[in-house]
């Protein structure tokens, strides 16, 4: 039993550096999904202004290649990041889950050494009244 208090505390230490590591993960996946609207924003508006303008097109065309290229990898982080940070969540919930299972670990076995000490207490209180000389 004396074992159980410090692994829940190491759980909890350990749920603890999950959360920031969560809320981390969270910003970053955040801050992609800025970087990849702000990105695609400026790749409408370039479309819109470059529509209907023949030598704006042109130019357009050799751009909206390297957007495209930006777009993927933008894409591509992002889904990297999100990846993450589920992991990180899923993790997270595991370590809610063991420390639940410690915790519960723990009061079960404070319960079976206050029946265990009632149990004997009950049996010296037995032999107590067994043993006193009777009157009679």
Do not use: C
Not at 41 to 58: F, H, Q
Not at 70 to 89: G, W
């Amino acid at each position: 039993m004396q074992a159980l208090p410090l692994l829940i505390r190491l759980a909890r230490r350990q749920a603890d550096a999950r959360r920031v590591a969560l809320s981390e993960a969270e910003l970053a996946v955040r801050e992609a999904g800025q970087r990849l609207a702000t990105h695609e924003a400026l790749t409408a508006a370039e479309t819109a202004r470059a529509s209907g303008n023949a030598s704006e097109m042109a130019a357009w065309v050799h751009w909206s290649r390297r957007s495209a290229r930006e777009t993927r990898q933008l894409d591509h982080a992002y889904a990297v990041l999100a990846a993450r940070e589920a992991e990180i969540r899923a993790a997270l919930t595991e370590d809610f889950a063991e420390t639940k299972r410690l915790e519960i670990a723990l009061e079960a076995r404070r319960r079976e050494a206050a029946k265990h000490a009632a149990r004997k207490t009950e049996k010296l209180a037995e032999d107590v009244e067994l043993r006193r000389p009777r009157a009679g």
